[in-house]
């Protein structure tokens, strides 16, 4: 059994509600077909002004079996979507998913939100508590389409099928775009043990975000020195925004966190997830770009971090591996046993054989996944879960390491000895 931190752990930066619909490729079919959906219009960048356009989108991610986030005009176009399926009301957000893993093997959190209503009152677990900025209830549900691997929708001159399992998200949320920082969030940090940042990735206006990144700065001056800062980077509507954060963050970020989809998007190619050679050239073009203390790429086969500080997290690595996995498995209902039951899994052989081969190569701290069977896997939350497990494990001793890191890398830099 994982053994978790007492100390406080502060988890932002906004919540959702979410729309999880249950997958129907019968529908999907309908809908292409009504639509008059052809295969050579499939594009995941087509702006989603309507129904129509979201199941162009839904169907581009599915043919190549990729995932991601994208903005929708209006939650009109959500709601007329979700209508056509049974669909289960759950709360997401990075932050709220890695809190909900963490309450399941017993860590309380303290959750920075940006809004809330009776979804978000009746289904937060009791274990967390809240800073919030919002004023009022409000409701911009988020569109998960979770599909299936092997999964076959029809269209009108032709068909598509998802080679692997995975998810898309949805959403046109005001309170999450605008992000407004709780003016409680320096006194929760006070004592905090670790600070999660995610969220600014569906922010869309330089200058709001500019502005909001001051308030949060002016924040986490409050951490303690010791403070883990994680950031998961969670797939900018608008790329080049994220660089205005790292400019902003990067020097206090101790782990800087991304699935594989992310990845991608920034190196702006496919990287073959079991190729020692390609998954090496991309780490370490993927650091060059983000030279983060510790780069951490999450994928459904490996998760391995880069940087000078990558050693320090491997139990980080370790823990969020397995609780992503049970995730996977179980979904919502998994527990701290069940995490036991999954430690005990074979892992990746290909996934094994990239983590020999990035940390030869790289340098890198990696480990392989773990080999799950099951007939109905929960692709939805697993990178926010994996946050959790990696904040659940990430020890004292780790964060001390990085302080010392970077103790060293000042002295070098001013001349101190």
């Not at 998913?97 to 809004?115: C, F, W």
């Not at 569109?143 to 692997?164: K, N, S």
């Not at 983590?355 to 790289?362: F, K």
């Not at 964060?399 to 890191?405: E, H």
Request: net charge negative.
């Amino acid at each position: 059994m994982i053994d978790v931190m007492a100390e406080d752990l502060v988890l932002g930066l906004g919540g959702t509600v979410d729309y999880e619909i249950r997958w129907d490729a019968d529908v999907l079919s309908a809908l292409a077909e009504s639509y008059g959906i052809r295969v050579d219009e499939l594009t995941t960048t087509t702006p989603i002004i309507d129904e129509r356009a979201l199941v162009v989108t839904v169907l581009a991610f599915l043919a190549t079996g990729g995932g991601g986030e994208r903005f929708v005009l209006s939650s009109e176009i959500v709601e007329t979507f979700a209508a056509h399926f049974e669909k289960t009301i759950t709360l997401g957000g990075t932050g709220v998913r890695a809190g909900i893993a963490l309450d399941r093997i017993g860590v309380p959190t303290v959750q920075h939100l940006v809004s809330i209503d009776d979804n978000v009152r009746r289904l937060l677990p009791a274990s967390m508590s809240i800073v919030s900025s919002a004023t009022h209830d409000t409701l911009d549900p988020h569109l998960i389409v979770q599909y299936p691997e092997a999964t076959t929708v029809r269209l009108v001159d032709g068909a598509v099928t998802a080679p692997t399992s995975n998810r898309i998200i949805f959403a046109n949320d005001a309170p999450n775009r605008e992000m407004a920082i709780a003016t409680g969030l320096g006194d929760a940090l006070a004592d905090a043990a670790a600070f999660l940042v995610s969220g600014f990735n569906t922010m869309q206006d330089a200058a709001l975000l500019a502005s909001r990144l001051d308030d949060l700065v002016a924040a986490m001056r409050r951490l303690p020195r010791e403070a883990l800062v994680y950031y998961e980077d969670a797939g900018f509507y608008r790329r080049e925004l994220s660089a205005l954060v790292r400019e902003r963050l990067l020097e206090r970020i101790d782990v800087y966190g991304m699935n594989e989809d992310e990845l991608q998007e920034y190196l702006a190619r496919p990287v073959d997830l079991l190729s020692p050679a390609d998954v090496c050239a991309a780490l370490a073009d993927a650091h060059a770009l983000i030279p983060a203390r510790a780069l951490v790429v999450h994928t459904r086969y490996w998760a391995i971090a880069v940087g000078p500080a990558a050693a320090a997290h491997r139990a980080g690595l370790e823990s969020a591996v397995c609780t992503a996995a049970t995730r996977f498995r179980l979904g919502d209902a998994c527990t701290a046993a069940d995490l036991d039951d999954t430690a005990r899994l074979g892992r990746h052989p290909g996934g094994e054989t990239v983590v020999t081969a990035a940390e030869r190569e790289l340098g890198a701290t990696g480990v392989a996944a773990f080999v799950v069977n099951t007939a109905h896997p929960t692709t939805i939350g697993l990178g926010d879960t994996f946050v959790g497990g990696f904040l659940a494990a990430a020890p004292a001793a780790a964060r001390r390491a990085t302080a010392v890191a970077l103790d060293r890398a000042l002295d070098a830099a001013c001349g101190r000895r």
